[in-house]
């Protein structure tokens, strides 16, 4: 093995370790000025929209995704290395600012305990980062369920739009994992009560709020996207949005601070700025357009990340979040790991929160190789996008050099640049080759392109994704979804781009499919439209918008010590 | 008429007029300094508790509560005389600070718009004080529901502490006005979304954890109350705890934060102290411990505002509040106008959001006279407590000077301090003879002491406050209600005190009753336990906890202009 996994402190030691530097500094070295920032707490400052303007006439970065093979239930550590490498350029002497999402809370007491990268690539305090930090989540969770409470208020005032009870598809939303909330009837006990109505939670990083605050360029196209929010149809089948129930001003309002972006910065004192966290199946997985469109003018290279494998995450970038944002990427990473490359073979069983199986800790060079199917395809995703792919060999203390060989060389047979990178024992220092790489590839041109005009009919888009992104033979639609296609492009929705909502675990829709599978077909069950945000989104396979806790959540190793301290995150 | 309505600008406007001071320079003005102060953006800071230690030795101020007569549907001006009583003192050449709750986001987009206080007497920024401030209602939400989701998690798994399903009391927060929310089931939808329940969400400000962050002396005593928190009963009748879940200490680091007190200021630059809003009714209505014993070294005066009537806020203040802090009040405000006495008489009808009845604007001090048995019966619920007494009568344009010196009459006859005070129209300037008048009560022995021992049996503390406070002959007991008390007593609940659970809109329980009725009983329909926060509540009549919204929600008008600036608040 490479490395002694024994030799590094554990995350919130690390963390807690770190100096950090005034957050002023590091705004002031990202070209912010203190007029344009708001402290919150000592931990994260809001930075104000004003910023896009003022720091236009600035150098533009380099704009690198960071984006991954198909992930396994390991995790591929895609926000590790995003950190990491942001890190690594300061060791080449340039400036590297990360824009990242932010984590759900829901889960940080469900499974996970915290979500902030890890070792010595981490962004801190981790304690706020996945703790209400500024209190975006929950403003989007006051917007939304504002809307919730004024359609059914409206419904129950008399219902002057006619809308139709059972037609009605927006939900409420809280930041929670809490199955028993997924299903849900509301309005009993009486007519004081309202009117009774079979409906549901969802967890606020699946609300469309959360979806078009991420894509909103400011403050004024985040009132228009609001207003435009579709929360059901009427009794003729028209569309019923936020603003005919007057209340997008006040999810506006509501969401005023909510979209200024938060900057933090990494146990380096690197500049992160942290914003959004939308859903990657159901949504775009990406963080925040007005974090981009502020960092691109902040530092010489800006690394974002997408969320899931590059089929997904990067493939919703190019074509949806930059759509919206109008930045054009100059490079695009590929996190790759000898184990998520092994488990590709299609030979090891992994799930989460287990132990590895033994045999896949064994130096075997030929596992890796015989899973390059995927990260091949993942490759070619970024190329037919016009962009260049850099392989990240995200290094774990059990890997061996051969392994990590093996990986540089599907790289080299790809033509694409490569790393391994050992940001998570070394930090920065650890990422300098890929910092390195991610340069080079920057200096080559780049011929961004989307993957389909927005005039191509809704089911063609779904088909182009499905074939040339995911190496489907074509999708199969149910008649539901026919029929709402249909419906979409007669509502004058047919130009929105698609947001494919699959699982991300295969590239295929069934996730105990590895590697890159052929000779399939992908069935669209259903098709649903966030007007808002301003996609559509088809549902192939099953989506759980709202977590459960398992039996032992993290929630009960949540605690504060005599000093106050917080234990129990990692 | 005293004064011109019209010449007044509107709240927000006087409010965007106003000069903030810097935080810091607030801060300082009290004794705080920055090491102790976290700003939030630029409107408010959060102080370190800390702060509670480190300005125990500067002087004490003088502590007064302000509080009310029984009020009417119109409002008596509690909050507004507070901050303008708070900006009078600089006035006579004292430091006064003012302590007030926050208001809950809920009512601001239903029928409130806002409230800050009015006129020039207020808090700014409204928007913030409004708009989810530092985030510390959220935080409660947060705690509040990951405690449900944990219990319904605990009895979805195997349910190990024997939960009896029926004997669950614990439900959901959100701090929003949404009525199809007060009666649910939850669960539905098969085994994976957990058990199906009855149950509900009642408004954030209606949480115990609000109730019990609100009597908290320290991050420890915050835990261990948490700790207390009964959810429901085991199949033996035994008490299940927050603890015996394991989740007071998630919940705890959720409120981490949300413990320390924000600071604030009026349109005058006085310090104001804005933290947590229990219930009035079935909490304390009053603002949090910590802030006081914070801002009791801060001033000269400590001005603390409890809710509703004297017989409702100050009892609870002086029985409950006092009791957790440790502090004796030296004076207390009772506010009192004109249009609420006239109200008191009985001989108007006065609906909330409708213009008054013209007969009541007509000049008339005999009306006055004839609603003064309220006024009376406040002042000996403060004088029973063996407080000093001081009548504001809080001026309206539409007052008479005929009709205001009848109120100062009735408080002469009972020997009263009292001082008209137009702080709405003027500011500080206004309120200079109520400053003085509270002054000199201050000067005067004050010889505090609560109204019932704590081993004093439940039913007994019941019938004190309904004899002693309201003017009952005495308590009607339901055979549940009963049952309840003895359960509790049995359970080692006894000591603790008793929160009647009230209309605020007469000292009986019926609203429409005015004045000081005697010959009635107060009905105890029921009784429940708010364990972790530490008081018992008599259900005497029936209490929203989840408010609807209007015909005419206040959100309709809420927006952001083309400035980006806040439309609609009031």
Redesign the interface.
């Known amino acids: 093995m490479t490395e002694s996994a024994t030799s590094i402190p554990s995350d919130l030691a690390i963390s807690r370790a770190a100096v950090p530097r005034p957050l002023t500094e590091v705004a002031a070295e990202m070209g912010i000025g203190p007029h344009l920032l708001?402290?919150?707490?000592?931990a994260a400052a809001?930075v104000s929209l004003d910023a896009i303007d003022e720091l236009r006439d600035r150098p533009r970065a380099k704009y690198v995704v960071v984006s991954a093979i198909t992930p396994t239930p390991l995790g591929t550590g895609k926000t590790t290395t995003s950190v990491g490498l942001g890190q690594g350029f300061k060791h080449i002497g340039k400036l590297g600012v990360v824009a990242l999402r932010q984590p759900s809370?829901g889960p940080t007491?469900g499974i996970k305990g915290g979500a902030a990268g890890g070792g010595y690539s981490q962004v801190i305090p981790m304690e706020s980062l996945n703790?209400?930090l500024?209190?975006d989540m929950?403003?989007v969770?006051?917007a939304h369920?504002?809307l919730?409470?004024?359609l059914?208020?409206h419904i129950?005032?008399?219902n002057a739009l006619r809308i139709d009870p059972h037609a009605v598809s927006w939900r409420?939303v809280?930041?929670?994992?809490?199955?028993?909330?997924?299903?849900?009837?509301?309005?009993?006990?009486g007519r004081?009560?309202?009117?009774p109505?079979?409906t549901g939670f969802d967890i606020t990083a699946a609300s469309e709020v959360m979806a078009l605050l991420a894509l909103s360029t400011s403050?004024?196209d985040l009132?228009e996207r609001l207003g435009r929010i579709v929360v059901g149809y009427n009794v003729d089948g028209e569309p019923v949005t936020a603003e005919m129930l007057?209340?997008?001003?006040?999810m506006?309002?509501?969401l005023?601070?909510a979209i200024k972006p938060n900057l933090m910065q990494t146990v380096e004192q690197t500049p992160v700025m942290i914003h959004c966290g939308p859903f990657g199946n159901i949504a775009t997985g990406n963080s925040s357009v007005v974090a981009d469109l502020i960092a691109i003018h902040g530092g010489d290279y800006l690394v974002t990340e997408a969320g899931f494998g590059a089929d997904i995450g990067a493939e919703k970038f190019f074509n949806i979040k930059c759509r919206a944002s109008g930045l054009t990427p100059d490079a695009a990473v590929v996190v790759a790991g000898v184990r998520d490359l092994k488990t590709h073979s299609g030979k090891y069983r992994v799930t989460a929160g287990k132990p590895l199986p033994e045999a896949m800790l064994v130096e075997n060079p030929d596992d890796v190789y015989a899973g390059a199917s995927n990260l091949r395809r993942q490759l070619a995703n970024i190329r037919r996008h016009g962009v260049n792919p850099v392989v990240a060999v995200n290094a774990f203390p059990t890997d061996y050099e051969s392994e990590q060989q093996a990986i540089l060389d599907i790289a080299a047979e790809e033509g694409a640049y490569a790393a391994v990178s050992n940001h998570f024992t070394r930090g920065g220092k650890g990422a300098i080759d890929l910092a390195q790489a991610v340069a080079e590839a920057c200096d080559q041109p780049s011929t961004y392109q989307r993957l389909y005009p927005d005039d191509m009919p809704l089911a063609d888009k779904i088909e182009t994704i499905a074939r040339e992104m995911y190496g489907a033979d074509g999708i199969d639609v149910s008649p539901l979804a026919a029929r709402q296609l249909e419906s979409y492009e007669h509502n004058g929705f047919g130009d929105l781009p698609v947001c494919i909502a699959k699982t991300h675990l295969s590239l295929t829709d069934d996730p105990t499919r590895k590697g890159a599978p052929t000779g399939w077909r992908l069935p669209v069950r259903e098709v649903r439209a966030s007007v808002g945000a301003g996609f559509i989104y088809p549902i192939c396979g099953t989506m759980q918008t709202m977590p459960?806790?398992s039996?032992s959540?993290?929630?009960?190793r949540?605690?504060?010590d005599?000093e106050?301290n917080?234990v129990?995150l990692s």
């Open positions: 708001e402290p919150y707490g000592n809001k809370m007491f703790l209400h500024t209190g929950h403003a969770t006051a369920n504002l919730s409470a004024m059914a208020n129950h005032k008399g409420r809280l930041d929670i994992n809490d199955r028993e909330l997924r299903q849900i009837v509301t309005g009993l006990g004081t009560n309202g009117t109505a079979e403050l004024r009132r007057k209340v997008a001003g006040a506006c309002v509501l005023r601070d459960g806790l039996s959540p993290a929630a009960e949540i605690d504060i005599d106050g917080i129990g």
